[in-house]
């Protein structure tokens, strides 16, 4: 029971960075239909933005989320001008684009090992210091990292609930055809969730290399645990996938307390295996009923 605080920290720690990853590669989904298999390593591009503009161009630490936020925006939008607008109509649509994004998934990472290397280097957006919270010490980077999960959340959640953007793309994700004959643009929604999505994994590289570090691979491991969280919540469920995010790190946490490392990714697993079993759609997805 003595650890148990320490455990709790880590969860709601990992948590936090796996439901933003999370969030946005549900948003994809949910809205488009779209598996985005480049979102790993957008992710990883906003950490090394964060680590540019700090180091090379010298702004203070707080403008390494800026930089992120910006870059990830950026790759989303060309993603779209770039790839995604020309395979829409195609009606092999979500199995083409999970090749085309592998493709250029491989093709960013290559850049950024050709232009930063493949040595490891240190995220400079950080906080140092220690804060005790009762009896437990908690790093002042993982307030940082709760606290701007929490606030990007929350401010993505009231977006799509009261804003003309969230409404649109609620209604694209509910259905496609009836929206557009409501005159909704469903273009320029797409453009703006993959937007969207490549801010919330820019942020969520900076906040994942602080606690590790930059390399070229980065965002691999995260990009794979996301897509088991969004498949546990059921693909498209915005607060399940976020749920699922905080529980599953807490069952991460624990079996490598208990077990050893080694078996946290495993236990993941195997979890996922029996919720899949246990509801095929997703914990909290719902049946689909197709009428003939």
């Given at each position: 029971m003595d650890v148990l605080p320490y455990i709790l920290v880590t969860a709601v720690t990992v948590g936090a960075m796996y439901s933003l990853a999370t969030l946005g590669l549900s948003l994809v989904w949910g809205a488009m239909g779209m598996l985005n298999m480049a979102h790993g390593t957008m992710l990883t591009l906003g950490g090394y933005a964060a680590y540019s503009a700090v180091t090379t161009l010298g702004l203070p630490w707080y403008f390494g989320f800026v930089a992120a936020i910006l870059l990830g925006a950026l790759v989303g939008a060309i993603l779209y001008y770039g790839l995604v607008r020309f395979m829409l109509r195609n009606p092999a649509f979500e199995t083409n684009i999970i090749i085309a994004t592998v493709g250029i998934a491989i093709a960013l990472e290559n850049l950024v090992l050709k232009?930063?290397?493949?040595?490891?280097?240190?995220?400079?957006?950080?906080?140092?210091?220690?804060?005790?919270?009762?009896?437990?010490?908690?790093?002042?980077?993982?307030?940082?990292?709760?606290?701007?999960?929490?606030?990007?959340?929350?401010?993505?959640?009231?977006?799509?609930?009261?804003?003309?953007?969230?409404?649109?793309?609620?209604?694209?994700?509910?259905?496609?055809?009836?929206?557009?004959?409501?005159?909704?643009?469903?273009?320029?929604?797409?453009?703006?969730?993959?937007?969207?999505?490549?801010?919330?994994?820019?942020?969520?590289?900076?906040?994942?290399?602080?606690?590790?570090?930059?390399?070229?691979?980065?965002?691999?491991?995260?990009?794979?645990?996301?897509?088991?969280?969004?498949?546990?919540?059921?693909?498209?469920?915005?607060?399940?996938?976020?749920?699922?995010?905080?529980?599953?790190?807490?069952?991460?946490?624990?079996?490598?307390?208990?077990?050893?490392?080694?078996?946290?990714?495993?236990v993941l697993l195997i979890l996922v295996i029996l919720a899949l079993i246990w509801r095929p759609y997703g914990v909290f997805g719902r049946t689909q009923v197709t009428r003939l």
């Open positions: 232009i930063y290397g493949g040595q490891p280097l240190g995220q400079p957006v950080s906080l140092h210091g220690t804060l005790r919270l009762g009896v437990v010490p908690v790093q002042t980077q993982n307030i940082l990292i709760v606290v701007m999960s929490v606030t990007i959340m929350v401010l993505v959640a009231w977006t799509l609930k009261t804003s003309r953007v969230g409404r649109a793309i609620r209604a694209t994700a509910q259905n496609r055809e009836a929206a557009q004959l409501m005159g909704v643009p469903i273009r320029k929604v797409y453009l703006k969730v993959l937007a969207i999505s490549g801010a919330l994994a820019g942020v969520s590289g900076v906040l994942l290399s602080s606690l590790t570090q930059l390399s070229p691979p980065l965002g691999n491991d995260p990009m794979l645990k996301a897509f088991i969280m969004c498949v546990v919540a059921g693909l498209g469920n915005l607060p399940g996938s976020v749920l699922a995010a905080f529980v599953l790190a807490l069952v991460e946490a624990c079996t490598q307390f208990y077990l050893g490392a080694r078996w946290g990714f495993p």
